[in-house]
């Protein structure tokens, strides 16, 4: 019973929506939540190519630890904690260094995406039944504009 409790809490009770949502929100992201990782073998499986450490930006385009660039029509930055937004050199944060964006997508910047940061929509954005949700709704939104455009999407997640 308690799990369901705090799945409910934590999913639905708990969001950016919601007056004590709101208010939570600005406390977990002062003192932080637990993170969830993945595994190397699963993002194989599921067909996902890494790449070395973007380490900055040449011509609009995010430049590899390895010197290459990839010409990407979309960049989800996949953060936690420390969100090393010092490689966006784009007005997308507030004042308290949170982007701006509704439910990871970023108005006014297309392309780019956040999954992973406290709080992204709900108490459960940081965690493993929270995370996914957040993460395919960026992924609904990218393959949108590609059935929008008929142009393919290529995505470099950070």
Same mark, same amino acid.
């Given at each position: +019973? ?5 799945? %409910?809490?934590?999913?639905? %009770? ?18 932080? +939540? ?13 067909? @996902? ?5 973007? =380490?900055?930006?040449?011509? #609009? ?36 260094? =949170?982007? %701006? ?6 108005? #006014? =910047?297309?392309?780019?995406?956040? @999954? ?10 940081? +965690? ?9 709704? @960026? ?5 949108? %504009?590609?059935? =929008? ?10």
């Amino acid at each position: +019973m308690l799990p369901i409790v705090f799945r %409910i809490l934590f999913h639905r %009770i708990l969001t950016v929506d919601t007056p004590l949502g709101r208010k939570v929100r600005l406390k977990l992201i002062k003192h932080g +939540m637990p993170l969830i990782r993945t595994r190397g073998r699963d993002l194989a499986a599921a067909g @996902v190519t890494r790449v070395p450490r973007m =380490e900055g930006v040449r011509d #609009g385009y995010p430049l590899l630890a390895d010197g290459t660039v990839r010409r990407v029509s979309s960049v989800v930055w996949c953060t936690g904690f420390n969100m090393g937004q010092s490689w966006i050199d784009l007005p997308v944060f507030d004042s308290d260094g =949170e982007p %701006i964006q509704k439910r990871g997508v970023v108005p #006014g =910047e297309p392309g780019l995406y956040f @999954v992973g940061p406290h709080f992204l929509y709900s108490a459960s954005s940081t +965690m493993i039944h929270g995370i996914g949700r957040d993460a395919r709704r @960026v992924a609904e939104r990218i393959a949108g %504009i590609r059935r =929008e455009t008929g142009r393919p999407q290529s995505t470099l997640a950070c």
